[in-house]
């Protein structure tokens, strides 16, 4: 450990003094910001930009997919409108069939003749009935339409090693096999080629409940037979990872995983008031809005303590950190199902995503991919659907507006943060990350979490050559704002005038609860 402590670069420690805070007494709230290009910096992976699909609530059935006999547009059972808005965020890879689901899933019973298809009990989410209409070629032709990597969550808790092998056969092979005959007779002649394979899903919980020696022993034994001795199809195999800072289990995996077999170790993560009193997802006040924030943030010492573990085992970053899943998580809804995890989006959502994902792009030398759950109608969805109506949430726009960022390189930011202080507790108000795509444009998003107060940031842009700047912003009036199936407008990305650019430096007020994306050329 102290041999990797001595070795760390200058961007982790650009990251470490990220989350930093300053005295109150006698400040301003000004922030000043220095950035640096250097060689040394990662480049921040389109993957962090993934998405997360489960059969969960009204996510596929009733939200991605109507069937293709409903009067909703669809192509092959699948909402025209959802694929254009996932179109156009860009998305880089797509997690399905879940979270919990996936140890309960059974790939062979989704494919073939859908009336032939049995149908399966929903046993975590719901308990309701689903037909299994929406199976492996509907989501693999799906990820084809939106240009998107697939990534498929195995089977482990209930299902067999022989189970998961036959699926990558299935999807992957091209050859003459038992498995590639079945999907040439099923209409599919060449394959997928599917590259991210989950190895299970939270094994220390719904996934099996298992010990992190028993897993890592059981994921040896699955990974094994999903490929060859060089893993010549390019297999990406990732581990069931840490609940939280459940940091025993990544080191258990780390230590007794060879590392040819392992492309990533997952982490999940979500930002709530209280686990067992998560509270409403618009009608709340500060002080469960501040608790919700510390959560989100929380990700930072997560992520950094977790790759502090893989660096001891992994000084070479070989093995990716995943957190395939993370966002806000409140009670659903009144008057819907219980277990469909239903909830609206706010400004609050948005907070979580800006903040998140310059957490993420800061970790860029060691998270290479996370998912935002979920996709749609599910904890803090991107869209929200009734009927033939469609909504834009808050973390939508948040999620386009980061999609620059997606294979840019990393500059490193140097600041102290203002604190957002609420009834004596004190969180960072600023973070920010900030990153040089290949034509040479810049770009950094800055979040202002506070709830009631402006932050005046000063950038000191000298040495990136940019001759002007433009700045895009999504804020509201209130916290509790958010777009509804009468007013799905409310909250979008607007241009931003309120900075000044001269002699190299920019000056830029942040208003509260906004996010804020900076372009410079």
């Known amino acids: 450990m102290i041999l990797s402590h001595l070795k760390t670069n200058l961007f982790k420690v650009a990251i470490a003094l990220f989350f930093s805070t300053i005295s109150s007494f006698g400040q301003d709230n000004n922030v000043i910001i220095s950035i640096q290009d250097t060689d040394q910096a990662p480049i921040i992976n389109k993957n962090i930009y993934g998405h997360f699909a489960e059969h ?20 092959a059972g699948v909402r025209k409108d959802i694929i254009s808005a996932l179109k156009a965020l860009e998305i880089p890879n797509l997690r399905w069939p879940g979270g919990c689901f996936a140890d309960t899933y059974h790939w062979k019973d989704g494919i073939g003749p859908k ?9 975590w989410w719901g308990g309701v009935t689903e037909d299994n209409s929406f199976g492996t070629h509907d989501f693999l032709n799906l990820c084809e339409v939106l240009e998107t990597e697939p990534y498929l969550s195995g089977n482990v808790g209930s299902g067999t090693v022989q189970e998961l092998a036959d699926w990558v056969q299935y999807t992957n092979f091209g050859g003459i096999s038992p498995m590639s005959d079945l999907r040439k007779e099923n209409g599919r002649i060449e394959p997928w080629k599917v590259k991210y394979w989950g ?6 919980g ?35 990872g840490a609940n939280n800072d459940d940091y025993h289990w990544t080191e258990t995996l780390m230590k007794n995983i060879p590392h040819h077999m392992l492309g990533g ?8 008031v209280q686990w067992s009193n998560k509270g409403d997802a618009v ?4 002080e469960q809005y501040f608790k919700t924030m510390r959560s989100a943030l929380w990700m930072e010492e997560l992520v950094t303590e977790h790759a502090a573990i893989m660096d001891k085992y992994d000084p070479d970053h070989r093995v990716d950190m995943v957190v395939d899943e993370w966002g806000g998580w409140y009670d ?37 991919m996370a998912n935002l759950a979920q996709t749609v109608n599910v904890l803090q969805a991107v869209i929200l659907t009734k009927g033939e109506k469609l909504i834009l949430t808050p973390t939508y726009y948040v999620m386009k507006m980061y999609a620059v960022h997606q294979d840019a390189k990393l500059l490193l930011l140097d600041f102290e943060s203002p604190k957002y202080t609420y009834n004596g507790e004190s969180l960072p108000a600023i973070s920010a990350s900030a990153s040089k795509d290949q034509d040479g444009t810049v770009h950094m998003s800055i979040v202002n979490i506070d709830a009631n107060k402006d932050n005046s940031v000063t950038i ?6 940019i001759k002007d700047f433009t700045a895009t912003i999504i804020t509201s009036d209130k916290l509790q704002d958010y777009n509804s199936f009468d007013d799905s407008d409310k909250i979008q990305i607007q241009s931003y005038k309120n900075f000044k650019f001269k002699k190299g430096e920019i000056s830029i007020t942040i208003p509260p609860f906004s996010v804020v994306m900076l372009e410079g050329k």
């Not at 109507?66 to 192509?75: E, F, L, M, Q, R």
């Not at 190895?199 to 220390?204: K, Q, R, T």
């Not at 170790?265 to 709530?272: K, N």
């Not at 000191?460 to 050559?465: A, E, F």
Request: with cysteine; aromatic share 12%; net charge negative.
């Open 56 to 75: 969960l609530g009204r996510c596929i059935y009733d939200g991605i997919y109507v069937g293709d006999t409903s009067k909703i547009p669809n192509i």
């Open 115 to 123: 009336e032939d298809r049995p149908t399966i009990v929903n046993k």
């Open 199 to 204: 190895i299970g899903n939270e094994a220390w």
């Open 206 to 240: 719904c996934g099996g409940h298992m010990t992190a020696e028993y897993y890592a022993n059981e994921y040896r034994k699955y990974a094994t037979f999903l490929a060859d001795w060089e893993n010549t199809g390019g297999l990406v195999r990732i581990a069931s």
């Open 265 to 272: 170790i997952a982490l999940h993560h979500y930002a709530t």
């Open 283 to 286: 009608d709340y006040n500060e």
């Open 332 to 368: 659903v809804q009144e008057g819907t199902n219980p277990g469909f995890l239903y909830q609206q989006n706010t400004m609050r959502d948005a907070m979580i995503a800006g903040a998140t994902l310059n957490i993420f792009n800061n970790h860029a030398d060691r998270v290479k």
């Open 460 to 465: 000191n842009c000298n040495d990136l050559g």
